[in-house]
């Protein structure tokens, strides 16, 4: 069938089927550590005020270390910072939860966010330049790739904590997971040379863009602020509001990230058929009212329906925006995408920061609604721009 075609190019191509790996394990880990973030909470008796300071540690070091990462692209080649990236967060993410302070795990967090922002910038400068080479859309199955690896990691790591696995334990197989394949892509990824940033006469400067890449910009907080919002208490929230069972835990979070990828998968099929604005203006409607589910019906089943449809209706945002900054007129060619990329994993990371104080001033529900407030500012800024 034709909707298939898309997908048998991408895993028949090699270095397609690489750069998929480092998305994949960019969402194992943070599906892990979003599932873990309940037992977090409980092991060092934090409220919701204290996990959302705990939680700003991602984004400060992302943001802080954002002109470092670029930079370092610069000089090494986004080929290499790529697969360095993947091996620093493994050793990372086998600290998390091994830690016995409380400043430790600070510590750890904040080097998490500065690997966070390395591998994200790399990884999809990767993609873009195998875009330009085999002329074929592959950004969406991409990011279907680290949907479908945060589902792997929230089932994974629900199930075998809640069949009595210990944390720590769980996390040196993941590590062991993500080890194995790594290794079996390094030789694809390291053989893709591109210079779109490093040739350019301009070196990155992380800036306020302006025209229609602000626009972009604005529309990328609101979906990543959502999507990051999501997964970090969806697990907190079918715990503490819906009471559901601990094997349940992180199947929000699971339901959300299966339809975010299947909408990726099929994304870039759908996307140049109905249009870059249709979709993303559909998505962000579909959003609201999946998590408006979510908040009127505080049940196991229809919680985990309502995660769904959020993860649905967000899952092809960011492949559009990146492949629309990519190819952004107004800034040399590659410093759309790694200055999008920038601000994007910002709202990424700070949109579990805001729900944690929020929550703790107000409720986590009332947090969930302005959730869904930003699904329909988002759907205003689509109809200002052409993507």
């Known amino acids: 069938m034709q909707v298939f075609q898309h997908l048998i190019h991408f895993f028949k191509n090699r270095q397609a089927r690489a ?5 994949f394990l960019f969402g194992l880990l943070y599906g892990t550590w979003a599932t873990m973030i309940p037992f977090v909470k409980e092991k060092f008796a934090l409220d919701d005020r204290q996990l959302g ?64 922002t390395q591998l994200n910038i790399a990884m999809n400068l990767c993609a873009s330049h195998i875009e330009n080479v085999t002329r074929a859309n592959i950004m969406a199955t991409c990011h279907g790739m680290f949907s479908l690896g945060l589902m792997s990691g929230a089932l994974f790591t629900s199930t075998s904590v809640g069949m009595g696995l210990s944390p720590v334990d769980h996390m040196l197989v993941n590590a062991v997971i993500g080890v194995i394949l790594s290794i079996l892509v390094v030789r694809t990824i390291h053989g893709l040379k591109a210079d779109d940033i490093g040739k350019s006469e301009e070196k990155f400067k992380l800036r306020f863009p302006k025209g229609a890449l602000a626009v972009m910009v604005g529309i990328s907080l609101c979906t990543n602020l959502t999507e990051g919002s999501m997964i970090d208490w969806a697990s907190v929230y079918m715990k503490e509001i819906v009471k559901a069972p601990t094997i349940y835990i992180g199947w929000g979070l699971a339901s959300f990230s299966i339809l975010m990828a299947t909408g990726r998968f099929f994304g870039d099929y759908f996307i140049p058929k109905w249009g870059n604005n249709s979709v993303l203006f559909f998505g962000g409607l579909v959003v609201a009212l999946g998590l408006s589910v979510v908040i009127l019906f505080p049940t196991t089943p229809m919680a985990i329906l309502g995660f769904a449809l959020g993860g649905g209706g967000i899952s092809c945002a960011a492949p559009i925006l990146y492949s629309a900054a990519a190819k952004n007129k107004d800034v040399p060619q590659g410093l759309g995408l790694a200055i999008l990329n920038s601000f994007s994993i910002f709202g990424f990371l700070v949109g579990p920061v805001v729900i944690g104080f929020i929550s703790e001033a107000t409720s986590l529900k009332f947090s969930f609604a302005l959730v869904v407030a930003l699904a329909l500012v988002w759907m205003y800024l689509t109809s200002k721009v052409k993507l």
């Open 19 to 23: 750069i998929a790996a480092p998305f």
């Open 53 to 116: 300071l705990l939680l700003l540690c991602l984004p400060m070091g992302a943001l802080f270390y954002n002109p470092t990462a670029a930079r370092l692209i610069q000089r090494f080649g986004m080929e290499r910072i790529t697969i360095a990236s993947m091996f620093v967060l493994i050793i990372l993410s086998i600290t998390w939860l091994m830690v016995p302070w409380l400043l430790m795990l600070v510590l750890v967090l904040l080097a998490t966010g500065m690997g966070n």
